[in-house]
């Protein structure tokens, strides 16, 4: 399982995979993604509020005012994301093994222990 897929449909995550497969000969990971969207999340934050102001840097931060390719993303109260979660499965495809997604197990996950949170 996983909050992302290089199969999810949407303009963002399509852009982003032939771009990093264009660039690096090879399908981007999970951890590049997540990579690529902390940096937009962090430039849309910086076009929205002074770094130097922390207080308003991290409302612009928790805004998450950008084009995640996961698709729809916020965060919860806790700071974690509330987001899709699906079942992939391990396929071949062009000679190189990659996922698939097979079901949305979650819509709008949020973490177990938000509620929890002293945040």
């Not at 509020?49 to 612009?60: G, L």
Request: with cysteine; charged share 30%.
């Amino acid at each position: 399982s996983s909050h992302w897929s290089k199969d999810l449909d949407n303009a963002e995550n399509k852009q982003y995979v032939e771009a990093f497969k264009a660039e690096y000969g090879r399908l981007p990971s999970l951890y590049a993604t997540q990579g690529y969207d902390t940096a937009n999340l962090i430039l849309a934050a910086m076009s929205k509020a002074d770094v130097k102001d922390k207080d308003a840097f991290r409302a612009a931060l928790k805004a998450a005012d950008f084009k995640s390719v996961r698709g729809k993303f916020t965060f919860n109260t806790n700071n974690h994301p509330i987001q899709d979660i699906y079942v992939r499965e391990v396929i071949k495809e062009d000679g190189v093994l990659t996922n698939k997604i097979v079901e949305t197990t979650f819509t709008d996950h949020k973490d177990a222990y938000a509620a929890e949170c002293k945040m």
